[in-house]
Each structure stands twice: as structure tokens, then as C-alpha cells.
């Protein structure tokens, strides 16, 4: 049931119960005044009075919109809402965003002697306000939450705007663009969705690429969050060399994040760590996930999250995560997961505290985040983390191979020298490169570009290649023992990103496998 219905559901039956106080929480006090509207003007309670009260407009009748009277004061509408309980049975008197009704203060006790008056002549003082109730005032009454829209209450949104402006504007989206818009509009408000919405049909037509210039805009109004980065991916994150069955493996999970779940009882993915050897590619392939997918990225920096006092870092996580589910969908970023979540010298239990809180959301979100974990120091990770139904899958992205090496190399040479490399220089390239990472191909290729730049084509010669190969020192060279320590690990417990290996020898070790999908190669 979507989110309204389930609140106007709820507050029907508190107010029939005649509950004497009732604390509607929201940020969209337009959509609770619509909420409480519908209530009152259901036929069941065409007799019984409803007042409503507003700093800016004072004291009206809630379904006529009358002014009561000229006195807009607070105090003068509380002294009426104590006269309308004491005098007639069933007022309602509504308070939109009164004062601070957190604590114990005089207006909060105030409020609780107007309730209990309310409750001796079945009355109900009903609070709507962005902030919690005082306690000591909740615990006369009841609260209801109304949540911002969800993706099928956007859905219908959507549609009725859009009805709206048939033959006024061309308007190109099918069924499953709207189904897409509404997804990108969950965690903005109703006002800010049709906002969003009008400023497209502004432009003069509804066009089906239009869908995403609202994850930009909402990108917009989620602009500053701490501990939350959004980061702008380049045309060129989208290229990567290698990883085939990283890749392979991703395509399904689009079509899935991106197909109708509703009633069929499977949830989104929800994420992938990616655990190897430096440079070869984990965090570009968040980025390329982000671009392929045309979903935002956003970096969560754990490090930022840890504060210096008790509880802080929880509270920061807490709402960074939630931000995320408001954002979503998009992808999740967590660079080097070990830095914030690995569990040594904590003395604290902070760590602990965060990986259990972390590990909750993902498996209890619902959110269309896709999240994308890399890792190099795995040793340090907390186990739990690799446990199914955590992550969907843990890679490993080893250094590459013969034929990535070639597909890298031909990418790279391609984007720095502008022209495809010779095939006899190719090869000569994928065999001296042996052990060098994705990142150190692109550095040499990187240097060949810049001569090319700066003295002219004709100082590119084949040997001048070669020797920038040559003398490329590569990271699994200068630091070979916590490489291998690395490849060691991931090979036994992680399924490898890059070509299908054979078949282990029968008896053999090997590493967990994954069955190659059909198309692996070219984008995600
Ligand atoms: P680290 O753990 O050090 O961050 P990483 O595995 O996340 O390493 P990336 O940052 O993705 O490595 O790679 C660094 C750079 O190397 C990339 O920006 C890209 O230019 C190049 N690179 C690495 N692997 C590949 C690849 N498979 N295909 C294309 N380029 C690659």
C-alpha cells in the first residue's frame, strides 16, 4: 500500500478511536494538510468540526477555509481550541508547526492540559510538525509518520501531471520511463517532485533522455551532504580493459536493478566488494558502473565519518546511509572499505559497532543503491563482511593477463597515440609487460602520448615505445611480497574479475568460480 494511504489509513482509525492528541511528523506539512483534509471531509464526519491553525494564516475552519477570527496568536488559538473542547463533543483543532514541541517546556505542558480537555469531550488536538513530540505529551496520544512519497505514489504523480499536459506539450515517455522517473524522484517532496517535473515541461516536450536530467537535478538538491561526495564521471571511466567476467556478471545485475520488481519477491542488488591488487582497476569499474548504468555516484568517505566522540561516528553513518536510500537509485562508492570498517586496535568498539550498522543497512535496505566496495589490505577486513547475502559478490581483480593486457594496452595506445598500435608492436608490448598493472600501462602508454604531444608523431617510432616499456617499473615489481600476499588471498576465496580461468586440475585447489555469461566483452 503506498505511503499515503497506509497514514490516512491510520489516521482515519485515530480519529474515529477519538485518540486525544495526535503527533502527525512529516516534512511535507502541504501533503499532511492534504492527509488530514481527506480525513475530514470523509461523509462519515460531515457533523463534527475541524479547525486548523497556521502562523501565517491564523485560525480557520480546515474545510471551508474560513477565518475564525482576526487574532492570529498562538495564544489565541490555544484558548480557543480549550474553549471548543470544553464546550462541544468531537472538535478537532489542528496546529501546524507550532512551537518547539521536543521537550519539557511550558508549551508542551500547556499543550498536554489542552489535550487532556480534549480527551474529556472526545475532542483531539492533532500537532503536524518536522520535529519529535515531547514524550511526556506522546504518551496521551499517538503519532503517525508520514514518509515522503514512495516510487508507486511518485509513479502516480507522474501520471496525473502528465495527463495534465497531454496535447499541450509532446511527451515521449513510455510506462518504463515513468516507472524510472518515479524511482529517481523517491526522497525528494511532493512540491520539489512536481517542481522537477514542470521545469521538463517547460522546455516544451517530454523527451525519453529527459528521465535522467532528474537524478542530476535531485543530485541538486542533495548537494552538501558530509561524508557523501558526488563524484562526476567522465565519458572515459566508461572503458575498461579486461575484467570479463566482472563485467558479464554486472549486465545481469542491470537488467535486475533495473526490471519491475514488485511482487515477484526479489530485491535489487545490492552490491559488489571488489577486493585485489592495486592499480588494476576497482575503483575505475565503480565509475564505469556508474557511467554505463547512467545512475549518479557517490563516494562514501568513512574516514570523514569517524568523529572523536561517543556515538558520533554511528550518528554520521546512520545518516549518511540514510541519505543514500533518499538518493538512490545510484551507486555507492567505498573506496579502501578496510581504512573505516578494518576492526584492529579497536579498543572502543566503534569499528564493530559501524561494520554491524553497515552490514544491516545493506541487507535490510530497499533501496536501488548499488553498491561498489573496493578493498586492497583484505587481511584487515572483518569476516563478516564476506558472508553471503551481504554482498552479491566478492571479486578479485588480479593483475591482468595476456589478453587483457592487449585489450588495455590497445585501448590506451589508441586514446594517447591516436592511432591503433602495429599488431608486431603490440605484441611485443603484451610480452614485455608481464606483472604490470592496469594503472602501469596506462602511465607508460600515458608518457608515449605526451612525446607524441610535444615532439610530433614522427617521435613515436616502435623503439621508443618499447623502451618506455622497458622502463616502467611496475608496483608488483617494487613491492612483490604484499602483491602476492594479496593474489594469495584472492585467489582462494574470491571469484576472478578478469578471463575465466581453466577448469582446476580435478583434486586442484583453485578459486571459487563463476560461470562466463554470454557477451563478455565491451561495456557493462
Ligand atoms: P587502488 O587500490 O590503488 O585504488 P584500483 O584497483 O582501484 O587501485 P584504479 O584506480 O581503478 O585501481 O586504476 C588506476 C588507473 O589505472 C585507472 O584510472 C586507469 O587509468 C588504469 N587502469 C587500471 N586497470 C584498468 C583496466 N582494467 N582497464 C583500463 N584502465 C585501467
Redesign the pocket.
Known sequence: MPLFAEARRDLDSYIAARIPVVGLRTIEQPRAMRLVREAAGSPARAGLPFWVYTRATGLRDLRTNAPVNEDRSLTGAMEFAAAQFTGRAQATVVFVDPDDVSGDSPFTRHLSELARLADSNSGCLMLITDTPIWTGLLRLGMTLQLDLPDAEEMYTQITSFLGDHHGVVPIEWTEQDTRRAAEFLVGVTEAEAVNLLATIVAKGSVKREDVHLLARAKDRIFGDLAGLERVQVKEADR?????ATLRAWLRNKRELLESDLRGTGLRPPRGVLLV??????????AKAISAEWRLPLYRLDLASILGKYVGESEGRLKDALETVDRISPCVLWI??IEKGLAGQNDSTGVNRRLVGQFLFWLQESDSRSFVVA?A?DVRSLPPELFRKGRFDELFF?DL?DEA?RRE?IA?YYQRYVKVAPPQDLLDALVSMSEGF???DL?SALHDVGAMRHIRGEAAVTPAFVRDTFANTMPLSRTNPEQIEDIRAWGRDRAVPAGTPAPAPEPGGRGGRRILPQPGVGGGF
Open positions: 572503458q575498461i580493459g579486461g575484467l585485489g591488487v592495486p592499480g588494476c582497476g576497482k575503483s575505475l569499474s573506496d579502501e573496493t586492497n581483480v591482468p587483457d588495455i585501448m598493472a592496469g594503472a596506462e
